[in-house]
């Protein structure tokens, strides 16, 4: 198990892990396998819902920038997959990125999750492994 402030998930043992700095002064986790390419960023955000202010729902929707999600095995909501495609440093790479939330009576936390991995590795044995670990990492991960 893998612990990274107030979240727990499971990550293979070989990865190795660093902080960056973002913008606005917000950190980042990065979690690599270093015979790869690719990279998990996570980033964890907290705010205050005001009591009375928004219902569950409001929150959730604010909290998933409206999207799809599902209830995970410990109660918080995961957004569904997106993928988009860029180019950096000269590499077509490609983003899959979700969010994580919880909801703790006023306290929410959400889990902005980013991995990122070359375009030409999408459909092969290792990214489409990793991908799997990760959907299943994420419906058992807690935040505590």
């Known amino acids: 198990m893998h612990k990274y ?3 727990t998930l499971s990550l293979p043992l070989t990865w190795q892990y660093s902080l960056e700095d973002v913008e606005g002064g ?3 986790e ?3 396998d270093p015979q790869s390419e690719s990279a998990l960023r996570l980033s964890i955000i907290k705010f205050i ?3 009375n202010s928004k219902t569950v729902e ?3 929707d604010i909290a998933t920038s409206s ?3 599902v209830i995970t095995t410990t109660g918080c909501y995961l957004t569904n997959q ?3 495609n860029a180019v950096e440093a000269e590499k077509d790479i490609t983003l899959m990125s979700r969010r994580l939330v919880n909801i703790k009576g006023e306290e929410v936390t959400i889990v902005v999750v980013t991995y990122t991995f070359l375009t030409s590795e999408k459909n092969t044995p290792y990214e489409k492994e990793t991908l799997n670990l990760l959907e299943n990492s994420l419906q058992n991960a807690t935040l505590d």
């Open 30 to 32: 990065i979690c690599f």
């Open 49 to 51: 819902n005001p009591e």
């Open 5 to 7: 402030k107030n979240l």
């Open 58 to 60: 409001d929150v959730v």
């Open 82 to 84: 997106e993928f988009e």
């Open 67 to 69: 999207k799809s999600y």
């Open 26 to 28: 917000v950190e980042a």
